[in-house]
């Protein structure tokens, strides 16, 4: 059950969970559910994300709840899902390219191929510290947005996400 996470587990998975829960119901949807599993490199097929949305949906509602999600995230960690396979040395430089398009796609809401300022917003404040300053915000796109239009193109997100801090 959920006791088996820690509190940074938790709270990285509540993150996680409000990130997909794009309408700020509460619980997500099988293609939520999906787009979570497909971030964790875990591809199925449309019956396999039934399968496994009917066997996280404990209460039988209809939707996920966050309880749910921990239990299913519990024993996916259990499971080994997503560890790092230590033999593999080698980058997959295709895999890295498609989580990074992934990510594109979770911050870009209305699907235009770019990051706007009120998509950035959300996503300085939901993998930061919470509330970030219209100055921060501006100079973090001034710094980011290396072709001047005011958006945060592909090439630039993946500058964003791979740079060192």
């Known amino acids: 059950m959920p006791d088996r996470l820690t509190l ?3 709270k990285e998975f509540r993150e996680v969970f409000d990130a997909y829960d794009k309408d700020g119901t509460g619980h997500i949807s099988q293609a939520e559910l999906g787009e979570v599993l497909a971030e964790m ?3 199925t097929s449309g019956q396999e ?3 496994i949305y009917e066997n996280t949906d404990i ?3 209809g939707s996920i709840e966050f309880h749910e999600f921990l239990v299913m995230m519990a024993d996916a960690i259990d499971a080994g ?3 790092d396979d230590e033999d593999d040395e080698d980058v997959n430089t ?4 498609e989580e990074l398009r992934a990510q594109l796609k979770i911050w870009d809401e209305n699907g235009d191929g770019k990051i706007s300022s009120s998509e950035l917003r959300k996503f300085v404040e939901t ?6 300053s219209a100055k921060v915000l501006e100079d973090l ?3 980011l947005d290396t072709n001047r239009n005011g958006v945060i193109e592909y090439n630039e997100f993946i500058v964003m996400l791979t740079q060192d801090s």
Not at 94 to 97: I, W
């Open 8 to 10: 940074e587990q938790r």
């Open 141 to 143: 796109i001034v710094e």
């Open 94 to 97: 295709e895999k890295f390219t």
């Open 49 to 51: 994300l039934k399968d």
């Open 81 to 83: 899902v997503g560890e």
């Open 59 to 61: 209460d039988k509602s």
């Open 127 to 132: 993998v930061g510290d919470g509330a970030v």
């Open 41 to 43: 490199n875990l591809h």
